[in-house]
């Protein structure tokens, strides 16, 4: 992607940092809603504005939340003022969700950052045409289309394309770095096989959702191994330090994205198999990319310093054993082990935002920068 400081040089304008921060913070409170909305679903009696908000806790994870910070990543790269609208409508669409806004205006405001992003990262594929960059920008669109089949309430159809908007995302984003271990041309026409696959399967969700869930969930499990094979990951698992952390981030988040990709071909697709499913993606694998790309994300979103530490493994190994027992809960029919996983997941991202807080006042008090090596 085109960093903020190449364009600076063509002569664009940003948002300064301090107009940066609130459009972090409208994310931040949608993901606050969205874990909350989850625990409450698993019976947890966790203290809401609205109990509806629990229909909504994939649009405020998703749509809402991620929506915002990938849009403002997506913007500082830009590097002009009118990508951080893509942000703003996001968390916006996270407040009114919040703030119970008729469906119509939170689905509009979801919709227009989707366009919006998918817009901003054209912009960038144009200025350096790549595989990667026209990958992200058909996960940005995606993002706008999963808004429209939310509305039209199609569930499987959304869910799958929010699913497909953050896969294919962090598939890009891994894409760029494979130039320090390019692919063959027989793994680049492979790559593009299982994303071709993956577009048929949600054009076939809409007709046939147990057919279509099923070949999604072939197109995971095929993207995972596919990872797994060719990510420069696997060389640097064993070193030490930044390094070697975002490494075994992303290599365990393959594993559970190819577990996740294997439960979606049980036929049939039994409720808790499901559910065991969608959070080996969204809460195995995403959570995980997450917890390796935030030392990078977060300082070129609000040049604020985050010097590795090895306290950064713990938010890592919460989620990984809270997420294997809430989907021992799932698979054995066990309801507490359920909600004591969800619990643990929740945990794990508290301990994720308390880490990086951390770091940050190292940073500030130590003068130290975090390592760029992705």
């Known amino acids: 992607m085109v960093t903020?400081?190449?364009?600076?040089?063509?002569?664009?304008?940003?948002?300064?940092?301090?107009?940066?921060v609130p459009l972090l913070v409208l994310g931040m409170l949608s993901l606050l809603a969205g874990v909350g909305a989850g625990l409450l679903r698993l019976g947890w009696a966790v203290p809401l504005p609205r109990l509806e908000l629990a229909a909504v806790h994939g649009p405020l994870m998703v749509a809402a939340f991620f929506g915002t910070v990938i849009g403002l990543e997506r913007a500082v790269a830009l590097g002009r003022v009118w990508g951080f609208l893509a942000p703003a409508a996001s968390g916006l669409g996270g407040i009114a969700l919040l703030a119970g806004a008729p469906a119509a205006i939170a689905m509009a405001l979801l919709f227009s950052g989707g366009l919006l992003l998918a817009l901003a990262t054209v912009r960038a594929a144009?200025?350096?045409?790549?595989?990667?960059?026209?990958?992200?920008?058909?996960?940005?669109?995606?993002?706008?289309?999963?808004?429209l089949a939310w509305w039209w309430g199609s569930v499987a159809a959304a869910t799958a394309s929010w699913m497909a908007f953050l896969v294919l995302t962090i598939a890009g984003e891994r894409l760029e770095l494979s130039r320090f271990l390019p692919p063959s041309p027989i793994a680049r026409r492979i790559f593009l096989g299982i994303v071709v696959l993956q577009l048929v399967a949600l054009v076939v969700i809409l007709f046939d959702a147990?057919?279509?869930?099923?070949?999604?969930?072939?197109?995971?499990?095929?993207?995972?191994?596919?990872?797994?094979?060719?990510?420069?990951?696997?060389?640097?698992?064993?070193?030490?330090?930044?390094?070697?952390?975002?490494?075994?981030?992303?290599?365990?988040?393959?594993?559970?994205?190819?577990?996740?990709?294997?439960?979606l071909l049980v036929d049939p697709p039994l409720p808790f198999v499901r559910d065991a499913a969608l959070h080996a993606v969204f809460v195995g694998f995403v959570l995980a990319m997450v917890f390796g790309h935030a030392p990078?994300?977060?300082?070129?979103?609000?040049?604020?310093?985050?010097?590795?530490?090895?306290?950064?493994?713990l938010p890592l190994v919460l989620l990984h054993a809270s997420l294997l027992l809430r989907v021992a809960g799932d698979l054995a029919g066990l309801p507490e082990w359920r909600a004591w996983g969800g619990a643990g997941n929740a945990l794990c991202i508290a301990a994720f935002i308390l880490t990086m807080l951390a770091a940050a006042v190292r940073g500030r008090a130590g003068g130290e920068s975090a390592s760029p090596d992705r």
């Open 126 to 147: 144009q200025r350096q045409p790549a595989l990667h960059t026209q990958l992200l920008a058909l996960a940005a669109a995606l993002l706008a289309t999963a808004s």
């Open 296 to 313: 990078i994300i977060f300082p070129a979103i609000l040049r604020v310093k985050l010097p590795y530490h090895g306290s950064f493994h």
């Open 210 to 263: 147990s057919v279509g869930e099923r070949l999604f969930g072939l197109s995971l499990a095929a993207l995972a191994v596919w990872l797994l094979r060719q990510d420069v990951a696997r060389r640097t698992v064993r070193q030490a330090g930044l390094t070697g952390f975002i490494a075994r981030c992303l290599l365990s988040g393959y594993f559970w994205l190819l577990f996740g990709g294997m439960l």
């Open 4 to 20: 903020e400081a190449a364009g600076q040089r063509a002569g664009t304008a940003s948002l300064p940092i301090r107009w940066r």
